[in-house]
């Protein structure tokens, strides 16, 4: 387990964007897989998009893919979520989540809450029409 803190959620109308923040407290954040889900009320978690240690691959949920980035400062120890063309199905809480093993995953795998063994306690996303 380590510690992570999200950040940069509130409410945006529609179309709009957004840039969420995960700051991690761990001393070898560059070799942790990254991952953001989110979960509404009512609804299951579910997997947003990751990225890898290193290089830094990434990995997206069809419904954002070409919406959303998912990028890493490993000097910073922090990833984030950069959200654009936000509709108000995004509505969600989002939450960060790290793999902190270092160990190879397909991105099927990346896509399930399996993999990672550390998550934040979330930020609110709200999108109104």
């Known amino acids: 387990q380590v510690q992570l803190v999200e950040s940069g959620g509130g409410l945006v109308q529609a179309g709009g964007s957004l840039r969420l923040s995960c700051a991690a407290s761990?001393?070898?954040?560059?070799?942790?897989?990254m991952g953001w889900f989110h979960q509404a009320p009512g609804k299951e978690r579910e997997f947003v998009a990751a990225i890898s240690p290193r290089i830094g691959s990434t990995y997206y949920a069809d419904s954002v893919k070409g919406r959303f980035t998912i990028s890493r400062d490993n000097a910073k120890n922090t990833v984030y979520l950069q959200m654009n063309s936000l509709e108000p199905e995004d509505t969600a809480v989002y939450y960060c989540?790290?793999?902190?093993?270092?160990?190879?995953?397909?991105?099927?795998?990346?896509?399930?809450?399996?993999?990672?063994?550390?998550w934040g306690q979330g930020t609110q996303v709200t999108v109104s029409s």
């Open positions: 989540a790290a793999d902190t093993r270092g160990w190879q995953h397909t991105s099927v795998v990346l896509a399930t809450p399996n993999p990672y063994n550390s």
């Open positions: 761990g001393r070898t954040f560059s070799t942790y897989t």
